[in-house]
């Protein structure tokens, strides 16, 4: 049976995430925003949490037992809460290190985990989406074929965050066309690598402050050693799933963020000499969007407690994804319409999250529990 009732250590680190996030990180929301960029401090700061570092064993420098799905979303609603785009920088090198972690072999995680551990942010970016209409995340275009002792690359991806600033590109390609999620693989890419081009930064609607690139492999060798799990390979759909709880965690965190203010301007703004929040019509948006946002922490606090449990999770977190992708915009432009004008004023932060809730939508593979 399902407990809603947090872990000692669940609760600690919630309370710990909940403070960075209300008193560092929602006070610059706009200005990084506005900047297109996360100040260093901040990601500094971030950092010093040690989310990666609580989930890798201490022989590869971390202090934890792996990664827990739960604790995972507890903690990243908590970041989204004060700000998506940088919750989604800091969560950036979560793909990376829990790919490693869940299914590099014993040499990928001796070489990679402890950079992830240590005291300054170690940006590292996943490719997984690709630009075109029919993206299917099942049946990806870019491809690794086997030539002696090398594969090679092919294929193109976008909205691949930290791409500039990584050392490895940590790529999802289809090594056996038509086979589904078992034909894809993760294999890792040196940024340098011959006939690897990263374009130059894609303007995006939202998520101004997280830096998001196209990468084009044309014919790029790697080792065979490079590819993640080698001959085993990695258990794609799990990563997947797990990708796919991150994101709906942090939907939650936002969607609370924006029905809160709606309650507390809805209180406190005064119209014909009573709140507006007295109206059944207001009243009734921001009561819906408080049920939206229980209603899908629910999704997704279910199918974590299922991964941790070893249970078959894949469609709930699908499921739990794409409500929240849908339910986030409807919570979203609540917001919006609770302030009237206002709401569509870039002063206002309901703009700002009804662009940051479109990329829901879109994004997969952008951070992992």
Known sequence: ????????????????????????????????????????????????LEIISSSVPEKYGGFGEGPS?????????????????TAMHLLSPTVMAYTMLLGGTDEQKEKLLPAFCGEEFKAAGAALIEPRYSFCPSQLFATAKRDG??????????????????????????????????????????????????????KNMGLK?????????KGVKVPL????????????L???????????SLAVGMMKRAAEHSRDYARDRIAFGDPIGSRQAIAFMVAQMFLEVDATRMLVWEAAWKCDRGEEFANDAAMAKNYAAEKAMEVCDGAVQVMGGHGYVRENPPELWF???????????IAMV
Do not use: H
Request: charged share 30%; proline share 3%.
């Open 1 to 48: 049976m399902v407990s809603f009732e947090p872990s000692e250590e669940q609760a600690m680190v919630k309370e710990t995430i909940a403070g960075f996030a209300n008193d560092e990180m929602e006070p610059v929301m706009r200005d990084c925003d506005e900047a297109g960029e996360v100040s260093g401090d901040l990601v500094k700061t971030g950092w010093e």
């Open 69 to 85: 799905a739960l604790t995972g979303v507890i903690a990243y609603e908590e970041l989204a809460y004060g700000d998506l785009s």
């Open 149 to 202: 002792e090398e594969f090679v690359l092919d294929g193109e991806k976008c909205l691949v965050p930290l791409a500039a600033d990584s050392e490895d590109l940590l790529v999802f390609a289809s090594s056996e066309p038509g086979a589904g999620f078992a034909g894809v693989d993760a294999f890792l890419v040196p940024k340098d690598s011959e006939n690897l081009t990263i374009s130059e930064r894609e």
């Open 209 to 217: 402050a997280l830096a998001t690139y196209e990468v084009t492999l």
């Open 225 to 236: 050693a490079n590819k993640v799990g080698g001959d085993k390979g990695v258990d794609y």
């Open 238 to 248: 799990n990563l997947l799933s797990r990708s796919r709880l991150a994101l709906a």
């Open 355 to 365: 662009r940051n809730a479109r990329a829901f939508s879109t994004l997969e593979g």
